[in-house]
């Protein structure tokens, strides 16, 4: 991304001064960072230095002891518990190390599910389910429960999930984690797609590859700061490993 183009981008993500202690201990200390419309971000660092965390304060499941963080133009601060969990289903969609799946649902229920939350109706939700997964290359699982299906399916199907109200930014935390190497090799070509068409990314993660193959920047952290900050000349806004066979999902930059 140029500065050019940054300079017309708005911030989906801006963190001011955010501190978050728990007793004595600074889970983060005066985290500053901003990430712009169409960025993917990767955060990386050693276990227990504050990117879960981050990634709690941006998802709005934790509140900072101080500062504030503001997700498309909101200041989450000044929302109540009703009105971050309808931000959690508006706003932004969530990606799982361990795909959170509900093993007594169907994949396309699984998927439906998120908009019917919101009000959807049921009908239309699993209709526009129907057409991420097939999108997704995952419509001919459909109707299979979790348990059969493969860990790179259920991650598709839990991207799928977090697509289903179009957010404006895509959590994704340690999403090839618990995945064998071609699995994680797939999530990654879905995640450049979905970074290609316009999808606002933020990743923790521990593993360099993704990071490098579908981050456009990569934020280090250590004892709960950031350490550093810099661009991916290979990642997903650099052309990436998928430029054929892009997925057609429309995302928030489609409204």
């Given amino acids: 991304m140029t500065n050019d183009q940054e300079g017309v981008r708005p911030p989906v993500v801006r963190l001011d001064g955010v501190r978050k202690a728990y ?12 990430i712009r419309a169409g960025e993917a971000v990767a955060v990386m660092g050693p276990s227990g230095c504050g990117k879960s965390t981050l990634l709690n304060m941006v998802a709005g499941l934790d509140r900072p002891t101080s500062g504030t963080v503001t997700v498309n133009g909101q200041d989450l601060g000044e929302l109540n518990e009703t009105g971050l969990a309808l931000y959690r289903r508006r706003q932004v969609g969530m990606v799982f190390q361990f795909f959170n799946l509900l093993d007594d649902l169907p994949a396309l229920d699984n998927v439906a599910l998120a908009a019917q939350l919101t009000g959807i109706p049921a009908r239309q939700a699993r209709r526009r389910a129907l057409e991420l997964m097939d999108e997704l290359g995952i419509a001919d699982r459909r109707n299979a429960y979790p348990a059969v299906l493969s860990g790179g399916e259920r991650q598709r199907v839990a991207v799928a999930r977090a697509l289903m109200n179009r957010p404006a930014l895509l959590l994704a935390d340690e999403p090839t984690g618990a995945l064998d190497s071609r699995s994680g090799e797939q999530v990654m070509d879905l995640l450049i797609d979905l ?26 952290f250590a004892d ?26 429309r995302t928030a930059a489609d409204r």
């Fill in 23 to 34: 007793g004595e201990t600074d889970a983060l200390a005066g985290v500053s960072l901003e």
């Fill in 195 to 220: 970074n290609q068409i316009g999808q606002t990314l933020l990743m923790v993660t521990h593993d360099p590859l993704l990071a490098s193959r579908c981050a456009s920047r990569l934020v280090e």
């Fill in 224 to 249: 709960g700061r950031v350490v550093r900050e810099s661009a991916v000349t290979d990642g997903a806004e650099g052309g990436g490993a998928a430029a054929e066979g892009a997925v057609n999902v």
